[in-house]
C-alpha cells in the first residue's frame, strides 16, 4: 500500500548535540501516538525468548546506499513504564553464543527513560553523513565525543556486519538470555515467515513501535529511516490464524485500513477474478509482469475502506491466466515501494474458471491536494477504476507507452507547477498494459479528449495510476495539429538568444559500452537532425546565439550547424568542450560569426561537500568532496559587435534519484553559478552576463530563486503570462523548468521573450515524423525560450561566412513519414522506442522498473 514519506530526518537536524547524564537521554524522541504495548515471550522458531522487561528492536538500517560498513544502524526503545538499565544489555547479529559474528553492550551506567528510543550506528561519521546529527553510540570509534559500544566476546568475536539477503538481530539481557529478536531476507532463525528483505536506503521498522507478536506482521519497509522516531499505537496488526486463512479472506481483509498490509510478510491464501494484467521493462532490458485480482463480486468485506484488489507479482514469467480467470491465490504478502503484492518467490496460482464478470469500475475524480490523495486512492489500490468520459490529455503520448489526463471536472485547460508544493492531484497519469508492444494505442497531444480509460490501480514511482488494458475501447477526439509558431525576424540592431535541450543527440558510435549510452539507428539520427536543423532555421528563425543541452560531441553540432546553412545564410560556429557526464551529455554554445566573436570559452568545474559519485579527471576536489557538476557550466567570453558578453550555458542534475534527494545538489550548482556572476558583477557592474538553460527546476525552487537572488539577475521567462510560462510537461504537470537569466546592465535591452510550445504538448510519435505537417513538431521534449535584446548599431551581416570548416555529412534521402493520424503501425513504435529517454540529464517519466 502508499507508505507516507514523513521526512523525520528533518527533527533530527533540529535536535540537540548528543550529551550523556546520569539519567540517559537520548537525541530521539518517540512521535506522538497512542498507548503503551503489552510484555510478550513467546517462543521463537528455534530460541526460547524470556519475558520482555519493555525494550525492543524498533528499527534495522542494514542496506544504506554507499559505505554499509560505516553506515548501518540498529534503533531500540523503551516501550515499558520504568527506566531501564542498559549496563549489561547487548545487542548484535550472531544469534548463538560462541558465534563468530558480533555482540556489542552498552557503556556503564547508561539508563533509557519510557518512549525514549536510541541509535547504535557502525559509525558516527557514518550516521552523520546520512543525517546530520551523531547517533547515541557507535560500534567503530570514528568520533571522540559518540560513546562506543563495549565489545562482548563471552557470546561473539566477531564483528556485527547485517547481511543485506538475510540476518538477524538480537537484543540479550544481563543473563544472556534473549528478549526480543528479529530475522529478515532468507533468515527463519526465530520466527517464518521472515520479515521481507528491503531494497537500498529502505530500512524494517516495528510499527507500532509497541506491538510485539514475535511475527513478521510487526515489521514494515520504512523509506525514508527513520532513526530515533518511533510510533506508539493501540492499533497492532493481529497475525492472521491459518485456520482463517483456509476460510479464504477476502482480499480487504489482507489489505486492511492501514498504509500497509494487514497481512504483510504473511502466507496468505484467497480467492478472486484477474483484472489486467502489466509487464514493464527496465533500463538493463528485463522484462517483469504483475496482474491484478479483485475480490469475486458479492464476495467483498463491504468495507470501502480497505481496498478489494492486490497485485501479484510474477518476476521475469509472464502469467498464463486471462483476464476474467477465476483464480484461487497462495503467497507471501509484501510491499513494493507502497505498493501491496504477491511475491514472485513460492506463488501459487490455480485457475478454477474462466470468463467471469469483472467487477463494475469505481468512477474517480481524485482531489488536487497531494495530502489528500493517499486518502482517497489508498481504499482503491489494485482495484478497476475509470474516468468520466471525455477525459482531457494534459500530457502526451510518451515512448513508452503511456499519457496523463484530467477528469471532465477540470475546467482549467492545463495543470501548472510553478513550486513543489502546488496541488496537481487531479491529474491521473494511464499506463498501457505493455510498456513494449504500443501499436494501436493512441498518440495524443495536449488538449486531445480521450473515452473509455478504466483499468486497475496500480501505484509506481509515487503516483497512482490506472493500467489501461484495452487499447481498442478507447476513443480519442483529436485537436487538429496547430500552426507553426516562429521566432520573429529580428529588426535592426537585434540579437535573440535561445537555450535548446536536443534531447539525446548521440551519433551512431557506442563509445561507452553501457546499456544508458542512446545508440540511434542511422535512419533515426538522420531524421533527428533534419527536425533539429528544421527547429534551428524555422522556429527559432536563425538565433544569434543558442545554448545547447544534451549534445554528445562537438561533430554532431558541426553537422547540424551545415545543414542550417541554406536556411540561416551563415554556418554557425560551434563552441563545445567534453565534459564529464557519464553517458556524455554535454552543453555547448552555437554563434552567428557575422555578428559574434567568441574570445575565450572554458568549463566551470567545482568541489562540494555532497555525495555525487561523479568524476573529473580535470579537477582534483579535497579529501571529503566530490566534483560538483557531470556536466559544468559552459562560460564563454565572446564580442557581439563590439560589446562584450558573458554566456554560462547549464544544465543542471536531474530529479533521476528522486526530487527530494537531488533538491540539494541542484542548489549547491544554482549558488556555483551564482558566484561566477557575482565576481563577474565585482569587476564590472555593467557586465553583459546571460545565464541560461535547462535547470531541471521549478521556476519558484530554491535553486532557480538562488541563482536570481544571489546572482543580482533576472529571469526573463518570468515575464511571460501564466498560460503560456512552461517549457516542459512531466507526467501531465506543465512546468518552467528552463531559464534565461540576465544581469541589470542588460534588462531595459530586452526587446521581446517568447516560449515556442512546438514540443512538450506532443507525443513522441512525431519524433519521426518529418512530413510538412509534423516537422516542426516535437524535435525534443523540451519547448525553445528565446529572448530578443535591442542592441546599439550591430555590423551588416556578411552572407555565406562560414563559422565551421567541417566536410558536409553525406546527405540521405529521407521519405517523409506520413501525417500522425495514419501513424500507428508496429515499425514506428519499435523506431519510437528507441529514441527513448534512458535516464540522462532531462528529468524523465519513468515508469516502475525493477532493478
Not at 131 to 159: C, H, I, K, Q
Amino acid at each position: 500500500m502508499h507508505q507516507k514519506f514523513v521526512w523525520r530526518w528533518l527533527l533530527l537536524a533540529a535536535t540537540a548535540v548528543f550529551h550523556l547524564t546520569t539519567i540517559f537521554q537520548p537525541t530521539h524522541a518517540f512521535a506522538e501516538g497512542g498507548g503503551h504495548g503489552q510484555e510478550s515471550g513467546p517462543s521463537g522458531k528455534n530460541h526460547a525468548q524470556v519475558p520482555n522487561p519493555g525494550l525492543l528492536i524498533t528499527e534495522v538500517f542494514y542496506n544504506p546506499p554507499g559505505e554499509e560498513s560505516e553506515r548501518e544502524w540498529l534503533e531500540i526503545a523503551n516501550v515499558g513504564t520504568a527506566v531501564l538499565d542498559l549496563s549489561d544489555i547487548k545487542i548484535g547479529d550472531e544469534e548463538q553464543s560462541g558465534g563468530g559474528e558480533g555482540m556489542r553492550r552498552f557503556p556503564e551506567g547508561t539508563l533509557l527513560e519510557p518512549e525514549q528510543a536510541l541509535v547504535v550506528a557502525q559509525t558516527a561519521v557514518g550516521f552523520r553523513f546520512l543525517y546530520g546529527t551523531n547517533p547515541d553510540f557507535e560500534l567503530t570509534d570514528s568520533d571522540p565525543t559518540v560513546p562506543d559500544m563495549r565489545s562482548y566476546a563471552l557470546w561473539a568475536t566477531g564483528d556485527i556486519a547485517l547481511a543485506n539477503d538475510g540476518d538477524e538481530v538480537v537484543l540479550l539481557n544481563e543473563r544472556n538470555l534473549i528478549i526480543d529478536s528479529v530475522n529478515y531476507g532468507d533468515r527463519d532463525t526465530f520466527f517464518a515467515p521472515a520479515v521481507t528483505a528491503v531494497f537500498e536506503n529502505q530500512s524494517i521498522e516495528r510499527n507500532p513501535a509497541n506491538c510485539d507478536t514475535d511475527t513478521a506482521t510487526d515489521w514494515q519497509p520504512q523509506q525514508p529511516p527513520t532513526p530515533g522516531v518511533v510510533q506508539f499505537s493501540d492499533a497492532c496488526r493481529t497475525p492472521l490464524n491459518p485456520a482463517e486463512l483456509e476460510a479464504l479472506p477476502s482480499i480487504g481483509t489482507i489489505q486492511g485500513t492501514g498504509d500497509v498490509a494487514a497481512a504483510i510478510n504473511q502466507t496468505v491464501t484467497f480467492r478472486g477474478i484477474v483484472t489486467g494484467v502489466y509487464e514493464d521493462r527496465n533500463a538493463a532490458g528485463t522484462t517483469f509482469y504483475t496482474a491484478f485480482v479483485q475480490d469475486i463480486p458479492g464476495f467483498e468485506d463491504g468495507d470501502p475502506a480497505t481496498s478489494d484488489g492486490i497485485a501479484l507479482f510474477f518476476g521475469r514469467g509472464r502469467p498464463s491466466f486471462q483476464i476474467g480467470d477465476q483464480i484461487r491465490v497462495s503467497g507471501l504478502v509484501t510491499e513494493f515501494f507502497g505498493l501491496t503484492e504477491l511475491d514472485d518467490n513460492d506463488l501459487q496460482i490455480q485457475v478454477e474458471l474462466s470468463d467471469q464478470p469483472l467487477p463494475d469500475p469505481i468512477l474517480i475524480d481524485p482531489p488536487a491536494a497531494i495530502e489528500a490523495l493517499a486518502a482517497y486512492f489508498e481504499p482503491l489500490e489494485a482495484m478497476r477504476v475509470q474516468i468520466a468520459d471525455p477525459a482531457r490529455v494534459v500530457g502526451p503520448t510518451f515512448s513508452s507507452c503511456g499519457f496523463a489526463v484530467v477528469a471532465p471536472t477540470v475546467t482549467t485547460p492545463r495543470i501548472f507547477r510553478r513550486v513543489l508544493s502546488e496541488p496537481i492531484g487531479q491529474v491521473v497519469p494511464i499506463l498501457y498494459q505493455s510498456d513494449q508492444f504500443c501499436d494501436g494505442f493512441p498518440h495524443v497531444k495536449t488538449g486531445d479528449l480521450v473515452s473509455g480509460l478504466v483499468g486497475p490501480l496500480t501505484y509506481n514511482f509515487d503516483q497512482f495510476k490506472i493500467v489501461q488494458q484495452a487499447r481498442d475501447e478507447l476513443v480519442v477526439a483529436a485537436e487538429p495539429l496547430a500552426e507553426p509558431v516562429a521566432a520573429p525576424a529580428l529588426l535592426a540592431d537585434q540579437i535573440s538568444i535561445a537555450s535548446f535541450n536536443m534531447e539525446n543527440y548521440f551519433d551512431l558510435i557506442d563509445d561507452t559500452g553501457d546499456d544508458a549510452e542512446p545508440k540511434p539507428l542511422e535512419l533515426e539520427l538522420r531524421l533527428k537532425q533534419q527536425k533539429l536543423a528544421a527547429a534551428l532555421t524555422q522556429t527559432l528563425n536563425c538565433p544569434t546565439l543558442v545554448a545547447v543541452q544534451e549534445v554528445e560531441k562537438g561533430t554532431l553540432l558541426d553537422e547540424l550547424a551545415l545543414l542550417a546553412t541554406d536556411g540561416c545564410g551563415f554556418t554557425y560556429a560551434v563552441t563545445h568542450l567534453e565534459s564529464a557526464d557519464a553517458r556524455g551529455i554535454d552543453v555547448a554554445l552555437l554563434s552567428n560569426p557575422n555578428v559574434v566573436t567568441v574570445q575565450s570559452a572554458q568549463l566551470m568545474q567545482t568541489c562540494t561537500v555532497l555525495e555525487t559519485g561523479v568524476s573529473d579527471s580535470r579537477i582534483e576536489c579535497p579529501v571529503g568532496q566530490d566534483v560538483l557538476f557531470s556536466r559544468p557550466p559552459l562560460l564563454v567570453e565572446l564580442l557581439v559587435a563590439e560589446r562584450p558578453f558573458t554566456i554560462i550555458v547549464n544544465h543542471f542534475k536531474s530529479k533521476l534519484g528522486g526530487e527530494a534527494a537531488t533538491a540539494p545538489w541542484r542548489l549547491a550548482q544554482a549558488n556555483h553559478v551564482a558566484g561566477l556572476v557575482t565576481n563577474i558583477l565585482a569587476d564590472d557592474p555593467a557586465a553583459n552576463v546571460v545565464v541560461l538553460g535547462d535547470f531541471n527546476d521549478y521556476e519558484q525552487a530554491p535553486p532557480l530563486l538562488a541563482l536570481a537572488e544571489n546572482g543580482h539577475m533576472e529571469n526573463v521567462l518570468l515575464l511571460l503570462p501564466d498560460e503560456t510560462r512552461y517549457s516542459y510537461v512531466y507526467g501531465g504537470v506543465s512546468q518552467l523548468i528552463d531559464g534565461i537569466f540576465i544581469t541589470p546592465a542588460l534588462q531595459d535591452n530586452v526587446a521581446d521573450v517568447m516560449i515556442l510550445h512546438v514540443n512538450a504538448d506532443y507525443p513522441d510519435a512525431l519524433a519521426v515524423d518529418v512530413s510538412p505537417a509534423a516537422l516542426p513538431f516535437k524535435t525534443t521534449d523540451h519547448d525553445l525560450p528565446l529572448l530578443i535584446l535591442q542592441l546599439d548599431a550591430l555590423p551588416t551581416p556578411e552572407p555565406g561566412l562560414d563559422g565551421t570548416a567541417v566536410p558536409s555529412p553525406t546527405p540521405i534521402n529521407i521519405e517523409p513519414i506520413d501525417h500522425p493520424d495514419d501513424v500507428g503501425s508496429g515499425w514506428l513504435w519499435w523506431l519510437v522506442a528507441g529514441l527513448a529517454v534512458v535516464g540522462g540529464g532531462t528529468a524523465v517519466l519513468l515508469l516502475r522498473k525493477r532493478p
